[in-house]
């Protein structure tokens, strides 16, 4: 029993090598995740470790020999993603499953002849079990040193507390306040775009809004490039250039944005005023689960709702499988998020304000036209920017479940509601490896179709802009004082999203920008 512990203490490298996976893909994705979504796979990683390593233990007696076997497979395991990926991109235009079987095919042989040798050797493998436990040791160091210097670097964000919020109590028998939707369709274009660059008319869609009196502005633009700059922006009323001080320049950590998105001043003002606020799960990241939501609907999947367990599976021996868990999950919250929107309403007495970040008609092109099923090449959300077809018949899947819950809601809700369809941005046609103006236009782009109880035109044709929208229907609605602000436009890079060049006069005016900017 003593000399089994001795082994046990100089052969305990295979729990290094089920936490370094996860300690290194967050020292490189810190900007992406938050520090908290480790634990869970950690623990998850070192159990399944553990579990299997006594599995073999009790086959073949030897806590070294198998202490090498399992450090081993979890190497190949969590190393296979990062192989494949460079395998794909030097032999394959297209990476097909029957792809996948022949490179894991090999892995597995790998896995076995190393394993068969290790089992058959007439060597203790003492010398090997500890120097393999001093290289598990080592490859910790860095990322840790990468964590906590970049922990460190990070400032403590504190909320601007300033918002206008007057309490609702004292008109407590005032006519029920109307429902308000606000609902965010991701990479959705304007009528513009969609004519000049995918050969395609929307004017159906457009009519229909139209019959059901929606306000279709002329002309809107993104205030920001990108989905957390914009909705963080949206749902606080206000420009986010703070953040540029706030994280520096230089910085991509969207931890800052993140929170004001999780503690949003949109939710505090509806729930000051007697609203019930609904966020529906998007998926991702930042609008999955919004704190200051009474109800987060929609994550049906919370095995896939930690990001860092994603990534791991796209990174592992698990990748071809990971393509149909994906594709289950998004299809399935897709579908619950469309239902929701159009029932919420009936759930409850009082006014509900719903939020809803809908990964549509942005890729992947799961879609047809009339909700037909697609395959995709591949299962991701970096989408396919070059794919007009797949984009226009997603397009038209998302035209169609719009319809069906516009006129639902419509139909059925007591009191007149405000409904919001905002896109956080346009498309990427256009873009290839480098920012250009035609680019810009394309990428900020969108749309903001809005149905008012009123249908006030006037206020909101003098201000067009998603701020001074929801800043307009606040001072209508909410019993809040906000003045309006200037319309401001700002474009950053994915590598420096706090470094803004103002372009305001470009898509206003027509006027030149600075492309050197961005070199």
Known sequence: MKQEIKQ?????????????????????????????????????FVIITISIWTILYLIFKNIVKTSLITSLSLFLFFAYGHFASIVYDLFFQETTFKEHLVLLSIFLGVIIIISRFIIKSKHSLHNASLITTIIGISILIFPIM?????????????????????????NSNEIQKPDIYLI?????????????LFDFDNSDFISFLSS????????TFSHYHTSFLTITSLLNLDYINHLTVDVGENSKNRFQAYKMIDQNKIMKITKSQGYVNVNIDSGWEATRYISSADLNLCGKNQFL?????????????????????FESDYRDRITCSFNSISTIHNETKQPVFVFAHIFLPHG????????????????????FHKDKIGFTDQLQFTNKKVKEFV?????????????????????????????????????????????????????????????????????????????????????????????????????????????????
């Open 305 to 325: 709702n930690s990001q860092t367990i994603v990534m791991m599976i796209k990174n592992s021996m698990l990748n071809p499988v990971y393509v149909k868990i």
């Open 407 to 519: 006129t639902k809601i419509l139909d059925e809700s007591k009191t007149p509601p405000i409904i919001i369809l905002f896109s956080d941005h346009g498309t990427m046609l256009t873009y290839d490896d480098h920012i250009s103006e035609d680019f810009i236009l394309e990428r900020m782009s969108n749309i903001m179709y809005v149905h008012l109880p009123e249908n006030n035109l006037e206020s909101l044709n003098n201000n067009p802009s998603s701020i001074n929208l929801l800043r307009m229907i606040s001072n209508d609605h909410l019993n809040q004082k906000f003045s309006y602000l200037e319309d401001k436009y700002y474009f950053s890079d994915d590598e420096k999203p706090y470094r803004w060049l103002d372009i305001t006069n470009f898509l206003l005016k027509n006027k030149k920008i600075d492309l050197d900017f961005f070199n």
């Open 184 to 196: 965010v369709l991701d990479s959705y274009p304007d009528e513009k775009i969609l004519n000049n």
């Open 146 to 170: 990468m964590i906590a210097t970049y922990s460190s670097e990070q400032t403590s964000f504190i909320a601007d507390e300033n918002t206008p919020i007057f309490s609702s109590m004292e």
């Open 8 to 44: 046990l203490t100089f052969s305990f490298h295979p729990i290094l090598f089920a936490i370094f996976p996860v300690i290194s893909l967050l020292s490189e994705n810190m900007h992406l995740l938050l520090p908290s979504e480790i634990f869970f796979p950690i623990f998850l």
């Open 364 to 383: 992947p092109y799961y879609w047809g036209p009339d909700g037909e099923y697609n395959v995709p090449t591949k299962a991701t959300l970096e989408g």
């Open 212 to 219: 059901k009196n929606f306000i279709i502005p002329e002309k």
